[in-house]
C-alpha cells in the first residue's frame, strides 16, 4: 500500500490550498480515508475523514473552511482548505487503515 500526498506550501492567512492524496495497493473505494495533522510538539490530530459512500465528518477547527472528497476512479483523495489560520500551519498526512503517507508540510504565514 502507497499514499503519496501533494500540494502542501506557503500560503498567506486567508488563502487557499488543494491537498490530494493517490493510492495504490488498496481496494481505495470501499475504504474510509483521512486527513490529519501534526503540528510542531503537537499530537497528531483527525482533520477530516470519508467513508467510500462518500459521508464526512471534520474536526471542529476546520469546519466550515475545509473540504475533503474523493474520486474512487482515480483512487486519490483531496482536502480542499479556505480560509488557511496560521493554526493550520502542520505536517498533514493521509490516512487508510494501518498506513500512512509521508507527509506535506502547510505553512500559513504572512
Known amino acids: 500500500v502507497q499514499l503519496v500526498e501533494s500540494g502542501g506550501g506557503l500560503v498567506q492567512p486567508g488563502g487557499s490550498l488543494r491537498l490530494s492524496c493517490a493510492a495504490s495497493g488498496i481496494a481505495f473505494g470501499i475504504y474510509v480515508m483521512g486527513w490529519y495533522r501534526q503540528a510542531p510538539g503537537k499530537h497528531r490530530e483527525l482533520v477530516a475523514r470519508?467513508?467510500?459512500?462518500?459521508?464526512?465528518n471534520y474536526a471542529d477547527a476546520v469546519k466550515g473552511r475545509f473540504t475533503i472528497s474523493r474520486d474512487n476512479a482515480k483512487n486519490t483523495v483531496y482536502l480542499q482548505m479556505n480560509g488557511l489560520k496560521p493554526e493550520d500551519t502542520a505536517v498533514y498526512y493521509c490516512?487508510?487503515?494501518?498506513?500512512w503517507g509521508q507527509g506535506t508540510q502547510v505553512t500559513v504565514s504572512s
Open positions: 490516512n487508510t487503515d494501518l498506513y
Open positions: 470519508i467513508t467510500g459512500g462518500g459521508s464526512t
